[in-house]
């Protein structure tokens, strides 16, 4: 989709599996499974919507997928399947490494980071040398800090020589016009969506805390929310005003509708977008 000076496309990392019943939370499994079907062991597929934001003087992508920093037991775990990464899908589409000049990561798990950085003869590097890493603060103490809940949702190889490349925010932050980074909360306490307004018109991508759209609605809260009653209000909130100002969403782990318009608030019924 291109719109005044802008264009904005989805790239992807592949597809990965999780439990169903984990990332729905509280909804039976009877209503969830209208929206995702369950294989034998209850898992469900997931996306990796990375969005690619660019103009004239920059290219900015927000998540970076899964990456390849993960052993076989990993990729038997998560059921990782792909037919090309995210840089070949990059390439294909006419960004190279080197060309992209921002990275926006919503927060640290490691289905989010991925391709932050890579390995290059051996050694871990910045995957894209040329590019800030904005995140918040509280997202990197987060990582260096976790506990025994948290420790296996994140691959620390995925921030292995970054810290120079990190810009460390605290709250909402306008990083060029009309993109702007806002702290939500709610998923991880330092998770930040990413908002983009041009030609009057509002582009917001959730990360987790709206993955799909079928967790369009406030209830729909992953059992993965370390801060579930923070994500129920801010959707509450969030999604009165996407309906009244028409935004076009973002949801990052939708293999089938990954963009979408609010309809109608109170059957938070969407309608896809083509981008």
């Not at 499994?29 to 062991?41: H, T």
């Not at 490691?110 to 390995?119: E, K, N, R, V």
Request: aromatic residues 10%.
């Amino acid at each position: 989709m291109k719109i005044d000076g802008f264009e904005l496309m989805l790239a992807s990392d592949g597809t990965f599996k999780l439990d169903g019943g984990a990332m729905f939370g509280i909804v039976p499994k009877p209503v969830w499974e209208k929206y995702f079907k369950s294989d034998e062991k209850n898992k469900i597929t997931l996306a990796t919507n990375v969005l690619t934001i660019r103009n004239r003087k920059n290219v900015a992508l927000v998540d970076l997928g899964i990456g390849d920093k993960f052993d076989k037991k990993l990729e038997e775990i998560y059921e990782i399947k792909r037919t090309k990464n995210l840089v070949q899908d990059l390439r294909e589409k006419g960004i190279e490494r080197e060309d992209v000049t921002h990275v926006f990561i919503t927060h640290g798990h490691l289905d989010h980071t991925g391709w932050a950085t890579i390995y290059n003869h051996g050694d871990i590097e910045p995957t894209f040398p040329n590019a800030r890493y904005y995140m918040q603060e509280d997202t990197l103490k987060e990582i260096k800090e976790p506990n025994q809940k948290t420790r296996p949702n994140y691959n620390y190889l995925n921030f292995k020589n970054l810290d120079s490349r990190l810009e460390l925010l605290n709250g909402d932050e306008e990083v060029f016009p009309g993109v702007e980074l806002v702290k939500s909360g709610g998923h991880t306490k330092g998770h930040q969506i990413v908002t983009l307004r041009v030609a009057n018109k509002t582009f917001t991508y959730f990360g987790d805390l709206i993955p799909t759209s079928a967790h369009i609605k406030p209830a729909y809260v992953m059992a993965y929310d370390l801060y579930p009653m923070d994500t129920f209000s801010l959707k509450k909130e969030m999604l009165q005003k996407a309906f009244e100002e028409e935004w076009t969403l973002f949801f990052e782990h939708d293999p089938v509708a990954p963009v979408a318009e609010l309809t109608d608030i109170e059957s938070y019924s969407l309608k896809s977008v083509s981008l």
